[in-house]
């Protein structure tokens, strides 16, 4: 589904990573400010740029993307990414999590897409939130789960229903919000 929000990503994200470029997304509890974000995107660079597998450089990108929502990515057409270096850059992620004072490994929140705006929702409010109406099966999700540059550029922004969500709640019939 195109939106100005998947346009934008298309625009930052490497062009010169092939598709299958391992990509990790971690969810940040709040947005963060301009001034928090260009702080956490020299962070990042600082780590991707002396990304290491074995001693040997990982050709890394790892960028906070949408304010709230650092994406890691590994093109491993050449050296591929093992446990420790995956590990390290989670050490990053761990280090911001502190610094901020932010969580980035809570599973539980959700985040959709609503006139434009990343809105978050505990996951045991999402039925609620269908049956009242603020959310609907064509309200965007944002599918942490991709794991490839290809399935972010195509599956990261979903509507509910065309997600993995969709198997896990009941959507009201259409004109029947209580």
Not at 27 to 36: D, N, P
Not at 42 to 67: D, M
Request: aromatic share 12%; charged share 20%; hydrophobic share 40%.
């Amino acid at each position: 589904m195109q939106t100005p929000q998947l346009q934008e990503l298309i625009t930052m994200l490497p062009e010169d990573f092939s598709d299958q470029s391992r990509v990790w997304v971690y969810q940040c509890s709040r947005a963060f400010i301009e001034k928090e974000e260009n702080e956490v995107n020299e962070q990042l660079y600082q780590f991707y740029t002396q990304w290491q597998a074995h001693g040997a450089p990982v050709k890394g990108w790892a960028r906070l993307l949408f304010r709230q929502f650092i994406v890691v990515m590994a093109d491993e057409t050449m050296v591929q990414v093992s446990g420790c270096s995956t590990d390290s850059s989670v050490r990053v992620i761990k280090s911001l999590e502190r610094q901020y004072d932010v969580n980035f490994f809570d599973r539980m929140m959700l985040t959709f897409l609503r006139k434009g705006k990343a809105e978050m929702l505990p996951f045991n409010q999402v039925q609620y939130a269908l049956d009242k109406g603020f959310i609907d099966r064509d309200t965007l999700l944002f599918n942490n789960v991709v794991t490839s540059k290809a399935e972010l550029l195509t599956q990261w922004l979903v509507p509910v229903n065309d997600s993995w969500l969709a198997g896990r709640v009941e959507f009201p019939q259409a004109g029947s919000h209580n």
